[in-house]
């Protein structure tokens, strides 16, 4: 059973498409979170999300809105994709926010 | 702004010595220190994990700790060609870290057979 799970794992499309990101954790966690890893390897925290406290890195465009409808799920939805946005995208999660982290198999987007 | 530094490598040691992973990281207050190993096309997953000055050791793996001087390490004993990976440094906030964790641009390691 994967523990921490994202659908799609690829996904292309053209640019001002609006698209969806799913993740599931079945690690009884309650903090999920999203980072973005660009061509250049970097990984950088986008959200994360506990007890249904958001917190947002102030650099991530409004474009890009995390919806939870459970602890047990964080999905990421990105309206007028850019070029710019083609990068993979992580879903990890945690026990509590100081708990390690568990990361997903990333979903690879690229815009066209 | 929270930094972690490390140097991007390529850092390339022959199989079976040891293979030394630095990083620093900015913000005195943090609270927990962890390395990641990501292999070409995966995901990042978690070899070490350390919250205490020190070393921590685990298997052929030694994570060591400095706070005052802000500095964290990994050691890689016996290194073999499947350690070959880009190794992420990524640091907790203090407080909980609830904003999530800052990673270092990553080492990529090759271990040369």
Known sequence: DTAVSQTPKYLVTQMGNDKSIKCEQNLGHDTMYWYKQDSKKFLKIMFSYNNKELIINETVPNRFSPKSPDKAHLNLHINSLELGDSAVYFCASSLGTGGIQ??????RLSVL | QKEVEQNSGP????????????????DRGSQSFFWYRQYSGKSPELIMFIYSNGDKEDGRFTAQLNKASQYVSLLIRDSQPSDSATYLCAVNAAGGGADGLTFGKGTHLIIQP
């Open chain 1, 102 to 107: 568990y990361f997903g198999a990333g979903t």
């Open chain 2, 11 to 26: 850092l390339s040691v022959p199989e079976g010595a040891i293979a030394s992973l630095n990083c620093t990281y900015s």
